[in-house]
């Protein structure tokens, strides 16, 4: 069993920055690749990040890259996504998951077995 356990989300202006945490435990955090996933309200759950075990590869979604980075820090058992130039399309609960496997990195849902409760990310205009 892994829990995951985001925080940092909040309400903002367009322009700010927020950084996201995802703590987990449970299993041994370097085993597997993590994600960022976000879903606003009416919309179908989406892919924001993705990185590998290691942290050496990262994938971002379009909307997101180059405003967007997501880290680890396998020491600290944490994931993290460090998000500016925030914009109100970017309004939705954040989520972070856990792969289902040892290797790649993923931006699908269905490869993800672990999932947070979500972090409320709101950014006013």
């Known amino acids: 069993q892994v829990q995951l356990s985001e925080s940092g989300g909040g309400l903002v202006q367009t322009g700010d920055s927020l950084r996201l945490s995802c703590a987990a435990s449970g299993r041994t955090f370097s085993s597997n690749p993590m994600g960022w996933f976000r879903q606003a309200p009416g919309k179908e759950r989406e892919f924001v990040a993705a990185i590998s075990r290691s942290g050496d590869i990262a994938y971002y979604a379009g909307s997101v890259k180059g405003r967007f980075t997501i880290s680890r820090d396998n020491a600290k058992n944490t994931v993290y996504l460090q998000m500016n130039s925030l914009e109100p399309e970017d309004t939705a609960v954040y989520y972070c998951?856990?792969?289902?496997?040892?290797?790649?990195?993923?931006?699908?849902?269905?490869?993800?077995?672990?999932w947070g409760q979500g972090t409320q990310v709101t950014v006013s205009s």
């Open positions: 998951a856990s792969a289902a496997t040892y290797s790649g990195v993923y931006r699908y849902v269905n490869a993800y077995d672990y």
